[in-house]
Antibody, heavy 116, light 109 residues
Framework: QVQLQESGPGLVKPSQTLSLTCTVS??????????WSWIRQPPGKGLEWIGY???????YYNPSLKSRVTISVDTSKNQFSLKLSSVTAADTAVYYC????????WGQGTLVTVSS | EIVMTQSPATLSVSPGERATLSCRAS??????LAWYQQKPGQAPRLLIY???TRATGIPARFSGSGSGTEFTLTISSLQSEDFAVYYC???????????FGQGTKLEIK
């Protein structure tokens, strides 16, 4: 059974960089034809896809966030990470890591609040 | 960008009745459409992929249909645990990137 777990600071100051890590267990992040994504959900709102890293290392980002997003992978730790720069209050959300095009596995989500 | 529009925003249905949720794409996504259920405080759960294939462990009362731009999620006989928010998602682009509908809240009538 694949499991994903997000980790990182729950509070980030405006203009700083939000950094989160997703640890994958129950399967190797570098095996199989999978997309490993970050998705967020502002409080009380819908889902927004941020971007993904393919098992081969290729990345693709939501064009609306592309200038601020970096997703990377550390296969030795079976983890992938998100960096979102120059954050504002609008980036306050629950951030999920997830697997797949049709997303069959999700992390539990972690709330990140942007506030001074 | 492909825009996904769900209707209605809120649907009130009595337990035991049928619920029909709609999702429309601004351009064809073929059958590259998934449905998710989300309950408060939880991550979404995959219900349907490929427009009509139930995910592992999903009860048969959930069914999906459609292709191209028009899709439907039907719940044949609502159980108490089915009241939640439902999202559709397309994954048709190349390279693939996802867009979600804004969600339909299914509430108890």
């Amino acid at each position: 059974q694949v499991q994903l777990q997000e980790s990182g600071p729950g509070l980030v100051k405006p203009s700083q960089t939000l950094s989160l890590t997703c640890t994958v267990s129950g399967g190797s992040i570098s095996s199989g034809d999978y997309y490993w994504s970050w998705i967020r959900q502002p409080p009380g709102k819908g889902l927004e896809w941020i971007g993904y890293i393919y098992y081969s290392g290729s990345t693709y980002y939501n064009p609306s966030l592309k200038s601020r997003v970096t997703i990377s992978v550390d296969t030795s730790k079976n983890q992938f990470s998100l960096k979102l720069s120059s954050v504002t209050a609008a980036d306050t959300a629950v951030y999920y890591c997830a697997r797949g095009l049709q997303i069959d596995y999700w992390g539990q989500g972690t709330l990140v609040t942007v506030s001074s | 960008e492909i825009v996904m529009t769900q209707s209605p925003a809120t649907l009130s249905v009595s337990p035991g009745e049928r619920a029909t949720l709609s999702c429309r794409a601004s351009q064809s996504v073929s059958s590259n459409l998934a449905w998710y259920q989300q309950k408060p405080g939880q991550a979404p759960r995959l219900l349907i992929y490929g427009a009509s294939t139930r995910a592992t462990g999903i009860p048969a009362r959930f069914s999906g249909s459609g292709s191209g731009t028009e899709f439907t999620l039907t719940i044949s006989s609502l159980q108490s645990e089915d009241f939640a928010v439902y999202y559709c998602q397309q994954y048709n682009n190349w390279p693939p990137w996802y867009t979600f509908g804004q969600g339909t809240k299914l509430e108890i009538k």
